[in-house]
């Protein structure tokens, strides 16, 4: 054991030396390993983050709620456009009904967009605000949290009072410092008072809605604003959320059965309505990541395979001018194991640093990425575990025919070259 120890000291130095003695020769050998564990370890990264942020999105937004919608999500919109076209939007009269009728279902409601809005205070205005009516229980569903105020009461949604909440960034912008609650803004002429400021929501790849920039009224306050009843009004949504112990198989079939029938669709006719549900994404998702993943690992295969040859290089040098110090040792009683150990072990080290350059690269880039976008990005453990046994693996390969050489050489001829 000790013995071993003092082999891998020795190779830590002769790889250090390595470094010092031949800085350019060594550096451009080790690019190629640099760039590749960058290019996979960057990619698996990218990849683990956009999932992270999806799964979160899907978990705010609710696994276990069904949207009633014109056309499914897993298909092109493009392909069967004029079809889903003459489809009915979902109305507010089937949210009644399924909110009196649907035994498995915790939670229905109902929302629809009333388009970009201006809101001013005092000599301050907003432009780009998303209005939206929604039913009381659209909060819930969607598991909106405050940072101040609160949503409208019962009274406010059925007597449609002039009452707003709004999004973080919207209050930041319009108020400043200053405290929005029961503050009054001006939306296309009409005063409105805020109760409620929404909680930072910030950058997510999946949003039903951007909750920083939003304006939620209720439903009888959108009456005001736009004709909720029109055909040419877009922007509909019916939500149903399962009970608890409820699967979402059990709450589709039982939508389905619900609209059908309030719908006077005959047994042989199609649904003129489509059941959507966040899975539908994830699958589609999945797939993109996996052709993500795999486009990484042939990209960042290359760059390694190259880099393997450079590292092999280097150590065919290293060997060649190490030949008389090889054969003293030999002559002086070190086994073939030990030569082989030490030139296989420098060889690991050299690609362990250019494995950790790789993964300061990514490091960086990632947090750059983060602070630029304000989409949060991280290199895990198990990515970091993942680029140093590549460069592990890699030092193996490349540097087992030089360390091989090494050990057979005969110490006579070696301490004669």
Known sequence: MKVIFKIILESINQAIGQLKANKLRTFLSLLG????????????????????????????????????DKMPWNEDPNQNYWKYLSRPDP????????????????????SIFAGMKTLKHNANYVKGGVMVGVTESYPDVFNINLEKGRFYNSLE?????????????????????????????????????????????????????????????????????????????????????????????????????????????KPKEKNNFATNELSILDDIFEAFFGTLSIGGYL????????????????????????????????????????????FLIETIILCIIGGLIGLLIVWACLTLVTIAFGFEMYLSANNVILGLGLSILIGILSGMIPAFMASKMDPVEAIRA
């Open 91 to 110: 109305s507010f009269d089937d949210f009644e009904v399924l909110q009196k009728k649907a035994q498995t279902a915790d939670l229905v409601a109902y």
């Open 299 to 342: 990209v960042g295969g290359f760059a390694i395979f190259v880099g393997m040859f450079s590292v092999a290089n280097i150590m065919f040098v290293s060997v060649k001018e190490r030949t008389n110090i090889i054969g003293v040792k030999k002559a002086l009683g070190a086994k073939k194991f030990m030569i082989l150990l030490e």
């Open 157 to 265: 949604y059925r007597k449609g009072t002039n009452v707003i909440v709004i999004g973080h960034s919207i209050a930041e912008e319009l108020f400043g410092n200053e405290d929005p609650i029961n503050k009054s803004v001006k939306i296309q002429g009409q005063k409105f008072q805020v109760i409620g400021v929404i909680k930072k929501e910030g950058k997510s790849l999946i949003s039903i809605i951007d909750f920083d920039n939003v304006i939620i009224a209720s439903f009888n306050t959108i009456k005001k604003i736009v004709n909720v009843n029109t055909k040419t009004t877009y922007g509909k949504s019916l939500m149903i959320k399962a009970k608890e112990g409820t699967s979402v198989n059990e709450l589709k079939d039982e939508i389905v059965g619900i609209l059908r029938a309030k719908r006077r669709l």
């Open 33 to 68: 390993i640099t760039i590749g564990i960058f290019c996979i370890i960057s990619v698996q990264s990218a990849v683990d983050s956009l999932e992270k942020n999806i799964k979160e999105s899907f978990e705010e937004l609710g696994n276990d709620v069904i949207y009633i």
